[in-house]
């Protein structure tokens, strides 16, 4: 009689496999979620670190253009960012401390940055537009640096850049303000030319009909100049000022103002009886800050400033919202020469005549026909009563703020 197999014994050996089938089926699905989920927070760790090193960048841009607060929580992409600037002035002027968060889902990224913001003045280009610049005539830039010495032909530099504020080209009859850069003279380059933030400078710069050669390249700014207002110091009197043909006015250090001051008026011959003309000089004998709350000529042979140091004389313009409404205009004409610098961010500066200029103008229009010659001067950096046209950032310490230690990032 044959011995019969326990009964359910086929039954129990399947239930069996389909259990070891089961667990090892469940084990590999949860170390599959387990890898997921490890990726997706590497994934959310590495956005949360972009966006907390954008949120740094976006503050050190702010920082450029004179804004010195916080970023506030700001949404980018999938995640959200924000900074947190504290002043750190034991370390410095213009010392802070940055803290940048970037979050992703639940993952985030915290670094930090110690940064130092050092000004720099409103005079970057021989010539600087805000809005516009209108070269009717021939123009040569070229620049030097007055500290090594006179002006030399032979070793000029190629930072004779000329710059707009501009991000458009605009011409209208009448009294509507133009924008842009209009060229329909000669104009010839040795640096580049720059054009407002963000534009494509091909939208910006108009021949028309005149030519231009530029050394460098042409190209957005990255950031606007700033142009702060010219506000009259409380305590200086305006008056009107006349230098005629061979008076010369010599000024030392300090500031002083006009309302108008005119420059190169024909004097009688006391032989003759006949107008004549011949040089007009207005002479610096150190750092000189002159505002002008009218209008500034200087014609025929004028001369203005110090040769050998263009950074004592400067001119700034009156804001008209700062002077009720009156406006400022200045104008050099003739076979003029500037050894200085004019600052006129609400008025126009007119180049009329064969002007020769060692130094910067920087307006809110730029006018010009004839021939105008510019060398920058690389020098007038040094002054530091000048109005401040930007900020550069400089990164002097920055880290990752690695959350496993329980350190972070703290103020």
Same mark, same amino acid.
């Given at each position: 009689?044959?011995?019969q197999?326990?009964?359910?014994?086929?039954?129990?050996m399947?239930i069996?496999?389909l259990m070891?089938?089961?667990?090892?089926s469940l084990?590999?699905?949860?170390?599959?979620l387990a890898e997921?989920?490890t990726?997706?927070?590497?994934?959310?760790? $590495?956005?949360?670190f972009s966006?907390?090193?954008?949120?740094?960048d976006?503050?050190m841009?702010?920082f450029?253009?004179?804004?010195f607060?916080?970023v506030?929580n700001?949404?980018?992409?999938?995640?959200?960012y924000w900074? +947190?600037v504290t /002043?750190?002035?034991?370390?410095?002027?213009?010392?802070y401390q940055l803290?940048?968060?970037g979050?992703r889902?639940?993952?985030?990224r915290d670094?930090?940055?110690?940064v130092?913001?050092?000004p720099f003045?409103?005079?970057q280009y021989?010539?600087?537009g805000?809005?516009l610049?209108d070269?009717r005539?021939t123009v040569?830039?070229d620049?030097?640096?007055?500290?090594a010495g006179?002006?030399?032909?032979l070793t000029?530099?190629?930072?004779?850049d000329?710059?707009?504020?501009?991000?458009?080209n605009?011409f209208v009859?009448? /009294?509507?303000? $133009?924008?842009?850069?209009?060229i329909s003279?000669?104009v010839t380059v040795n640096?580049?030319i720059?054009t407002? +933030?963000?534009s494509d400078?091909n939208?910006?710069?108009d021949t028309n009909?005149?030519?231009y050669t530029?050394?460098g390249?042409t190209s957005?700014?990255?950031d606007?100049l700033?142009?702060?207002?010219?506000?009259v110091?409380?305590g200086?009197?305006?008056?009107d000022?006349?230098?005629?043909?061979f008076?010369?006015?010599?000024?030392?250090?300090? +500031?002083?103002?006009?309302h108008n001051?005119?420059?190169?008026n024909?004097?009688?011959d006391?032989?003759?009886?006949l107008?004549?003309?011949?040089?007009a000089?207005?002479?610096?004998t150190g750092?000189i800050t002159?505002?002008?709350t009218?209008d500034?000529?200087?014609?025929?042979?004028?001369?203005?400033?110090?040769?050998?140091n263009?950074?004592?004389?400067v001119?700034q313009?009156a804001?008209p919202?700062?002077q009720?409404g009156?406006?400022?205009?200045a104008?050099?004409?003739?076979t003029t020469?500037?050894y200085?610098?004019?600052y006129?961010?609400?008025?126009?500066?007119?180049?009329?005549g064969?002007?020769?200029i060692y130094?910067s103008i920087?307006?809110?229009?730029i006018?010009?026909t004839?021939t105008?010659i510019?060398?920058?001067?690389e020098g007038l950096? +040094?002054?530091d $009563?000048?109005p401040?046209?930007?900020?550069?950032?400089?990164v002097?310490?920055?880290?990752?703020? $690695?959350?496993?230690?329980?350190?972070?990032?703290?103020n």
């Amino acid at each position: 009689m044959r011995a019969q197999k326990p009964r359910g014994f086929i039954l129990i050996m399947s239930i069996y496999v389909l259990m070891v089938m089961s667990i090892l089926s469940l084990s590999v699905t949860t170390r599959s979620l387990a890898e997921t989920m490890t990726a997706r927070q590497y994934f959310w760790s $590495d956005s949360a670190f972009s966006l907390a090193e954008a949120a740094l960048d976006a503050t050190m841009s702010n920082f450029r253009v004179a804004n010195f607060n916080s970023v506030p929580n700001t949404p980018m992409g999938s995640g959200t960012y924000w900074t +947190e600037v504290t /002043p750190l002035p034991a370390l410095g002027p213009r010392t802070y401390q940055l803290i940048g968060h970037g979050r992703r889902e639940s993952i985030q990224r915290d670094l930090e940055a110690i940064v130092q913001a050092t000004p720099f003045s409103v005079f970057q280009y021989p010539l600087f537009g805000d809005q516009l610049l209108d070269l009717r005539g021939t123009v040569e830039t070229d620049s030097y640096n007055s500290n090594a010495g006179l002006y030399d032909p032979l070793t000029a530099g190629d930072n004779g850049d000329l710059g707009t504020n501009a991000t458009t080209n605009v011409f209208v009859q009448g /009294p509507t303000p $133009d924008t842009g850069v209009f060229i329909s003279g000669n104009v010839t380059v040795n640096g580049d030319i720059q054009t407002g +933030e963000g534009s494509d400078p091909n939208a910006v710069l108009d021949t028309n009909g005149g030519s231009y050669t530029v050394s460098g390249t042409t190209s957005a700014l990255s950031d606007p100049l700033l142009l702060p207002p010219v506000i009259v110091p409380a305590g200086l009197t305006c008056s009107d000022e006349t230098i005629e043909s061979f008076e010369t006015l010599t000024l030392g250090p300090g +500031e002083y103002c006009f309302h108008n001051l005119t420059m190169g008026n024909s004097v009688l011959d006391p032989v003759s009886g006949l107008p004549i003309v011949g040089p007009a000089v207005l002479e610096a004998t150190g750092e000189i800050t002159i505002y002008i709350t009218g209008d500034l000529v200087a014609s025929y042979n004028s001369f203005i400033g110090n040769t050998y140091n263009p950074s004592y004389t400067v001119f700034q313009l009156a804001s008209p919202q700062y002077q009720g409404g009156l406006t400022t205009e200045a104008t050099l004409a003739g076979t003029t020469q500037l050894y200085g610098a004019i600052y006129a961010p609400d008025s126009q500066v007119n180049l009329h005549g064969t002007v020769d200029i060692y130094g910067s103008i920087t307006a809110n229009t730029i006018w010009q026909t004839g021939t105008a010659i510019i060398h920058f001067d690389e020098g007038l950096e +040094e002054r530091d $009563d000048l109005p401040v046209g930007g900020y550069a950032t400089d990164v002097i310490y920055w880290r990752d703020c $690695d959350p496993s230690d329980g350190s972070g990032c703290s103020n």
